[in-house]
C-alpha cells in the first residue's frame, strides 16, 4: 500500500501521521485478499480522518469508493488536499462520528480514535489534545460508536479498529461479540510505551 504524501501539511491544528496510522494501513494491507475476495468492498468510510493517509491509501489500494468524517474543519480540508494529491476522491464531511453517514451501507469501516487515558474534559479540547484523548480508559469516543455498528455496517461489512492496551482491547472484543461480530486482534506492534493492535470486527466470514 502506498503512503500519500502530507508535505503539503502543517499540523499544528490537525493529527501527524504516527506509529499508530501506519499499524492500520499496513493491517489493512495484511487483509488484502480475504478483502478482495469475500468482503468485496464498494463502500468506506474513515472516522477522524485527520490528514487524510489512511483512506487515501485505501482508496488507491482497493479501488473503492471513499468517505471521511471528522470534527475538526481543518482536517477535513486537509484529507481533500491529501486525496487529491494521491489522485483519488475522499468525500470528507465536517461531522461528529458519524452522524451524516446511510445506515446499513459501509461495506469497509476504518478508525484511528483518540485512545489515549486522559481526564474526560480533555476529549472536547479546543487545541490538539482532542486528537488523541480519549478519556476515561481511552475509550470515551469509541465506546459511543460501537452501539451503531450492527446498523452502520453491510452484510458484509467489516471495522479496523486501533488500539491501546489500556483501552482492554479484550473487552472490546467481547462487546463486540455480543453485537454479532466475528472479531480478531490482526496486527500489534510497539511504539516506544505504547503496545497498539488492529481489532477487525467483521459481519463476514472471517480468515
Not at 98 to 113: A, H, R
Request: charged letters at 25%.
Amino acid at each position: 500500500m502506498e503512503t500519500p504524501f502530507t508535505n503539503h501539511l502543517s499540523f499544528e491544528h490537525i493529527y501527524e501521521p504516527a506509529e499508530d496510522s501506519f499499524l492500520l494501513m499496513d493491517a489493512i494491507e495484511a487483509d488484502d485478499c480475504w478483502l478482495r475476495e469475500t468482503v468485496k468492498p464498494t463502500i468506506c468510510l474513515e472516522i477522524g480522518s485527520g490528514s487524510g493517509i489512511v483512506c487515501s491509501a485505501v482508496a488507491k489500494f482497493l479501488k473503492v469508493f471513499c468517505l471521511a468524517t471528522d470534527i475538526n474543519s481543518l482536517a477535513c480540508r486537509a484529507t481533500r488536499e491529501t486525496a487529491q494529491r494521491a489522485e483519488v476522491i475522499v468525500e470528507c464531511v465536517n461531522a461528529d462520528l458519524v452522524k451524516p453517514v446511510v445506515t446499513g451501507k459501509i461495506d469497509m469501516l476504518i478508525f484511528n480514535p483518540p485512545y489515549v487515558p486522559t481526564e474526560n474534559y480533555e476529549v472536547a479540547s479546543s487545541n490538539i489534545a482532542h486528537t488523541w484523548a480519549g478519556g476515561l480508559n481511552g475509550r470515551q469516543v469509541m465506546d459511543r460508536l460501537f452501539p451503531l455498528l450492527p446498523e452502520l455496517l453491510s452484510e458484509r461489512g467489516v471495522l479496523y479498529l486501533v488500539l491501546l492496551e489500556q483501552n482492554r482491547p479484550q473487552e472490546v472484543e467481547r462487546i463486540l461479540q455480543m453485537q454479532g461480530l466475528k472479531c480478531q486482534i490482526v496486527m500489534k506492534r510497539r511504539a516506544g510505551i505504547e503496545k497498539l493492535c488492529v481489532l477487525r470486527a467483521s459481519k463476514a466470514k472471517i480468515i
